[in-house]
């Protein structure tokens, strides 16, 4: 990371831990076999490894070994989980529940499957940016086959009641499919507390390498889903090929850290966050807050300025990495899909930042972005 450089950006991804490099490199240099090929010592190894790194994925989310299902990424994991399920109970019907405020990943999907002929109901949200679990409750139909509700969200970073959701799910015989790439190594997050039927996360929200991620299928009671990437039966037959064996072994140690250091992370980064968010209400006037302060994210702060143009103050923030939303539509010119949801009227819609704390950042720097922003917002006319 560039030394100048105040990285406020973790929503969008992490930079991998020194420790998750190092676990790597024997798996991209000498230990090189593939996990499939057991008929010698080097595939046998890297089986192994895989092995071993299945379980250490489930243990970071409550789960077994064989509940974990190795992608590419989030994403991927939630068009497995939900074109999956979506077809493997034709008898159930063809309708699914989503809510406003989810990530592209699911939003972009439910699209995909309305033009296959599945009807999609998306549940609104508040003005503090958390899901009624009594309005999950009404949209859910005889015919629906799934819900999906994120833990977390990836803007706001309102945590959504899923326990509440998963017992109105589990109640209505409905599978509940969970984006967790939030949430997973941030706050306590177990598959059975929340009742997920299929949970997705990747490697690099939790300092772990860009490029692998896990979709948890649940077992017991069991989850069907058909598969939608064909040709060699990987991943029990889930997901086909050859798996990124260097990138599954730091996906598993970024797993293990970030377990182990849950609590103090947690702690010390909502420190800087209120740290921030009080330093920003002395020096800058105008300042909200948007969604639930409550029921939020350790490191998240997402706040619009009075008058001043979302994009042009990132502009102005030299040496800060921040964003205006979502990494995923970033290049998008429209407004956030979720700040729109929870009605953030247009004078602030385009006025917001979200910064994203992590284990790197200190009070050092988040006085000297405090300070970055009163200037710049001044600068910009205020």
Known sequence: MHSELIYLDHHATTPCDPAVIDAMLPYLAGAFG???????????????????????????????????????????ALNLALFGVMAAYPERGRHLVTTTIEHPAVLDTCVALER????VTRVGVGADGVVD???????????????????????????????????VCRARGARLVVDAAQAVGKIPFEVDGCGADLVAFS????????????????????????AQIHGGGHERGLRS??????????FAVACRLARERLAD???RVGALRDRLLAGLRAAVDGVVVNGSLERRLPH?????????????LIEALDGVAVSAG?????????????????????????????????RSNTAAQIELVVAKVADAVRRLGR
Do not use: W
């Open 241 to 250: 090929g050859t798996l990124n064996v260097p990138a599954i072994v730091g």
């Open 300 to 312: 998240n702060l997402n706040v619009s300025f009075a008058g001043v143009e979302g994009r042009r």
């Open 34 to 76: 593939n996990p499939s090929s057991t008929t010698h010592a080097l595939g046998r190894a890297a089986a192994a490894a895989v092995a071993e790194a299945r379980a250490e994925v489930a243990r970071a989310i409550g789960a077994g070994s064989r509940e974990i299902v190795f992608t590419s990424g989030t994403t991927e």
């Open 133 to 167: 679990p009594a309005e999950v409750a009404a949209a859910i139909r005889e015919d629906t086959v799934c819900v999906a509700v994120m833990a977390a969200n990836n803007e706001i970073g309102t945590v959504q009641p899923l326990g509440e959701i998963g017992a």
């Open 203 to 226: 490697a690099h929200k939790l300092y772990g390498p860009k490029g692998v991620g896990a979709l948890y299928v649940r077992r017991r009671p069991k989850t069907l889903l058909e």
């Open 265 to 267: 992370d947690a702690a």
């Open 326 to 358: 979502s990494a995923c539509a970033s290049s998008d010119l429209e407004a956030s899909h979720v700040l729109r949801a929870i009605g953030v009227g247009d004078d602030r819609v385009h006025a917001s930042l979200r910064f994203g704390l992590g």
């Open 116 to 119: 296959r002929g599945v009807e």
